[in-house]
């Protein structure tokens, strides 16, 4: 085999410039096929944890809510297919702490063990969606999702969120509705709600200003007065002992009950005497939102979605493309969250380390070499050998994550030993036996062979069960344990042919 590889080696090195453009023409293949994969923050793992979320109306009962979540654990409680189901119902649990809202409820989803079914989760969920939407729920929805992984840290409750920044809520909830339209249009997204919620029931009242100066009123002192009625107002303490209680008067809750109460409240006039809100306002029954969240004191209403059936990062080039299409109006700002969220400073602090990692090393090789040209060349191999990832994990399916920065790293770690090594004996051999660079590398290459082939042969022997996600659990390093070994073949390659050729190419003779 060495033999071989030697007659092989030197008519490559023959024709060296062929062989480098060939390396080249692969590279330029991967770089175009790259912005074909997709892209996500960890993969999803086919743990059977699934939850289907109901939210009603605000205002709806908890007899209400109990009862459609009763309807959808009847409907599908008898699977054998589930090995538990739990009904949370009139509010949720959010790590130590829990909130009582009687219009929101959830069903959480423990499915049997993966070697006692024929069914991924996600294909579950598939089949679970369409009974789930059957059930009616009267003004509100239900929707069914994986569970997140448990002691991640994530941002968000969804993998894609779109922030909508600006003043006026009205023109946000309606941006934000649009921006919920667009999202269901496109194919791959599901799960898709407003986080505000419209449906708090309230009065308006709009001061006819003209009306009201006439009668000695300013806008101010309406709403001065009405806040005290109906807030409250703090018209003297009570001391007890040390302590100081204050006595807030206000309208008793049982006589503002109507709009023809809110009508009637009292107002006084600069000119003497009092008279009636109605005769100076107009009172409307109206929605309101039921919170107003913030983001550095600034308005925000978020639209959440899944994507389904592409990764997260397609998922949302997909909706970045289609809202693009759009117009937005001035002094209303649009950002991504979730899982996109994510992803984004997952890239910014990969590339600083990978940067710093680089560096460092073409430092070290630089002092260790007396050379600035052998350590370009040992680094300059490295995307040669990331072509074998781009190309394996477009064969597979798989998209980029987390999880494959491990298995870059493993791919960067064997291209520098490799070429540390190889590069070292054919300068040792040109120092003590005067050869040329040429017979150098050529007897270097042979002797590092078998090292070079046993030892990458191991390494990829034990990435091949976690490739295959024989285990539970293992769905995590799959991406990485893939990503490595299509590095690795390639970077054989890089090794036994073209580093040599690089060597004889830019190492000059004497």
Known sequence: MTEAYGRTLERAIRRRWLVVSSFVAVLVVAVLALGRLGSEFLPQMDDGRIVVKVKLPTGASLAETDRVLAEIERRIGKDERIESLFTLCGGKVWGLYTYEIANEGELNIQLVPRSRRKITTSEYIEHLRPMVGKVPVPGGNAMVMQMKIKGIRKLGEADIEVNIEGQDMARLYDLAR?????????AHFTNVYVSMDMTKPEYRVLVDRQRAAELGVSVGDVAETMRSLISGA?????R????YYGIRVMIPESKVVSR?????????SAQGGYLRLKD??????AVGPVEIVR???VKQVIVRGDAAG???GQALAELKEALGRKDRPVGYEFSFGGQAQMMAEMKQTVLGILMFAVFFSFIVLAVQFNSLKLPALILGSVPFCLAGLVFIMLFTGLP??????????????????GGVLLFTFANEFRERDGLSPKDAVLRAARIRLRPRVMITTAILVGFIPLAFAIEEGGDMLQPMATAAIGGLLMEILVALFLMPCLYVAFTKEG
């Not at 100076?280 to 029954?285: D, L, S």
């Not at 987390?402 to 520098?416: C, E, Q, R």
């Open 280 to 285: 100076i306002a107009e009172v409307r029954q």
């Open 260 to 268: 023809r109460d809110v009508e009637n409240l009292p107002l006084n």
């Open 240 to 243: 007890d002992g040390d302590e």
């Open 400 to 417: 980029l994550g987390a999880t494959v920065i491990i298995g870059v790293l493993v791919i960067i770690a064997a291209t520098v030993m």
């Open 178 to 186: 649009q921006t919920a339209g667009t999202m269901n249009e496109l």
């Open 234 to 238: 703090v018209a003297t303490r009570f």
């Open 295 to 297: 983001e550095d004191q």
């Open 310 to 312: 592409v990764s997260v």
